[in-house]
């Protein structure tokens, strides 16, 4: 189950008002941030730029792939542990804006947790230690600690 906070809006959907529920200036911060740590090569650079301009926790010898995306609007809202990879074109996602409503939700992953390629991680999960995704998975909900899962949605394939 993911922990999520809902925020009802009136009117139009919840993405047109996008500017109501989050500084304008803090998304082009973000969006500067994120672009350039997305393309460095430098991983302690990466991390050192995730934590210092975005709020990201991020623990010690943690590796983001290239073009790993983080949530653009609510970046401050994910941590992730120590002596983890974080798989190439990966999303990590913090909100999700619906027609009637916008949701928030800390994303948490554990220490020792690898993230396959071109997953998408959902608001409100939690990855426990020493878990791994598969590649191209959609973590839309809590894996426990040392677990192997993989796949759209997300299973858990072995304990």
Not at 14 to 21: G, H, I, P
Not at 68 to 75: A, G, H, K, S, Y
Not at 124 to 139: E, R
Request: proline share 4%.
């Amino acid at each position: 189950m993911r922990r999520t906070e809902r925020y009802p809006v009136k009117g139009a959907n919840a993405l047109w008002q996008l500017y109501k529920t989050v500084s304008f200036w803090k998304v082009v911060r973000n969006f500067i941030v994120i672009q350039l740590a997305r393309y460095t090569p430098f991983l302690s650079l990466k991390n050192w730029m995730y934590r210092t301009f975005l709020g990201v926790r991020v623990g010690g010898q943690t590796a983001f792939a290239l073009m790993v995306m983080l949530d653009i609007m609510f970046p401050e809202r994910i941590q992730v542990g120590r002596n983890c990879i974080i798989g190439y074109n990966t999303t990590i996602l913090a909100h999700e804006y619906l027609i009637e409503e916008y949701r928030l939700g800390d994303v948490r992953i554990g220490d020792n947790v690898m993230i396959g390629a071109n997953s998408l991680i959902l608001p409100g999960v939690t990855i426990g230690d020493g878990a791994v995704i598969g590649a191209g998975s959609l973590v839309n909900r809590d894996i426990p600690a040392g677990a192997f899962a993989a796949g759209n949605p997300i299973q858990i394939i072995r304990r």
